[in-house]
């Protein structure tokens, strides 16, 4: 626990010292809501169960940008790694298990940061929240939970990869299908079979339900499988990148 406190105050260091890369990576889930989600709105050829579709995407747009924020994270481990600064981190006494952890936790905190950026400009722009601040608590919680898990999944890539460029390139290529093989910007009813198959097994149609439920809808009689899934692919990419760890540093 000491260790993931460590790795999580070093997070917090960061931030301090660079907003800017924060409010950068809010322009793109700000586009979403500012331009897409009125756009389509116009069209209403998507069902969305009598929810305004710009009320409907909101959970997917932050949590596309809560992704894009976490699978990127394992370059910070390849930064490291190259600059010598990752072998310093390893004499800290303790598993390492707990520097893989505490990194995708500190990870979580930097997902409600920007999560709080993006929030306030979905008010502005007429987004209808449910009143209640328990589910918007547990809301948040869901986030940082699922934030954590895609950066395990992330240090587990960076464990194979050599250079910052080529763990550009797999961050790219798995941001947005992440995105569209969910029901982050239409429901599954509307998708084909074969993706309908593919969104089931993608974890993030699962958080996806779940912040939908609690911030818009107001429907959460699905949630404990949601945080059940949730769960299941944290501790699965928990595992996963604690083993591969030790192919960072060889």
Partial sequence: MRNMAVMIELEVRRLRHDWAELYGRAIQPLLWLGVFGPIMSTIRAIPTGGVPYIDFITPGVLLQSVTFVSIHYGINI??????????????????RYSIVIGRAMAS????????LIILPVALLIGVRFVPNPLYFVLAIVVIFLISGGFASFSILIASFMKTRERFMGIGQSLSFPLLFTSNALYPLSIMPPPLQFIARLNPMSYVVNAVRGLTITGDISNLAVDLLAVGIFDVAMFVAASISFKRVIE
């Fill in 78 to 95: 390849v930064w490291e790694r190259e600059s010598g600064i990752l072998k310093k981190l390893l004499v800290i006494p303790g598993p």
């Fill in 108 to 115: 979580g905190l930097r997902a409600i940061f920007q999560s």
